[in-house]
Structure formats: structure tokens, C-alpha cells
């Protein structure tokens, strides 16, 4: 089976910066579109940035300007580094990778368990 596992979250002041990684690991064959969600209490799950295997970008407008994502494919990996940290970032970040497991003939979407991201005023 694959899973996804979350790090580099934590608390930090406003304006400081973070970075989050995703790993995924199990029987890969190939990984289409990696991404991070988040979730603020109350609130509904919103896509704050995405990328493609081909190197494709999308970013909430909320983020541009402060937030990056990356991929690093040889590692299964996906990054999103994070700047200018406001209080209203905090939230929950979901690590997202929609991929093909081995010996499989269709795309499976997976999901991280969350990382806790409070900024400080």
C-alpha cells in the first residue's frame, strides 16, 4: 500500500517562514499531480497550490507571492515552501498526490494525514 507522510509543520510568528514536505512510499509507478489543501477550523478544505509532472503551477490567491511548490520525483516527493506567513495560514495541511500504483491500471488519489501550521501575531 502507498502512504503519505507529512513533516516540517509547527508554530511560528507572522512573517516567518515554513516549509512542508511530502513523501510518498509503497509500489509507485508514477505520480500525475501532487499538491497541498488545507483546512482552518470551520472551514472547507480549499487547494492552496498544485503541480504537475510536467512542472505545471496553481496557486490560491491567497498564497500567491509567498507560498512555492516543488516536486522532486526521483524521491516522491512534494514541497511547499512557505513565506511571509500570515495568521490567517493557519490551518491544517494536506499533502495530495494523485498516482498510479504498480501493477495497477488506473490513477488513485492519496492523502496525507495533516500537519498543524498556527502562525502568531
Known amino acids: 500500500q502507498v502512504q503519505l507522510v507529512e513533516s516540517g509543520g509547527g508554530l511560528v510568528q507572522a512573517e516567518r517562514s515554513l516549509r512542508l514536505s511530502c513523501t510518498a512510499s509503497?509500489?509507485?509507478?508514477?505520480?500525475?499531480?501532487m499538491g497541498w489543501y488545507r483546512q482552518s477550523q470551520g472551514k472547507q478544505r480549499e487547494l492552496v497550490a498544485s503541480?504537475?509532472?510536467?512542472?505545471?503551477?496553481n496557486y490560491a490567491d491567497s498564497v500567491k507571492g509567498r507560498f512555492t511548490i516543488s516536486r522532486d520525483n526521483a524521491k516522491n516527493t512534494v514541497y511547499l515552501q512557505m513565506n511571509s506567513l500570515k495568521p490567517e495560514d493557519t490551518a491544517v495541511y494536506y499533502c495530495?498526490?494523485?498516482?498510479?500504483?504498480?501493477?495497477?491500471?488506473?490513477?488513485?488519489?492519496?492523502w496525507g494525514q495533516g500537519t498543524q501550521v498556527t502562525v502568531s501575531s
Open positions: 495530495y498526490q494523485r498516482l498510479r500504483e504498480r501493477g495497477s491500471v488506473f490513477m488513485s488519489d492519496y
Open positions: 503541480i504537475t509532472s510536467g512542472g505545471n503551477t
Open positions: 509503497g509500489s509507485i509507478s508514477s505520480i500525475s499531480v
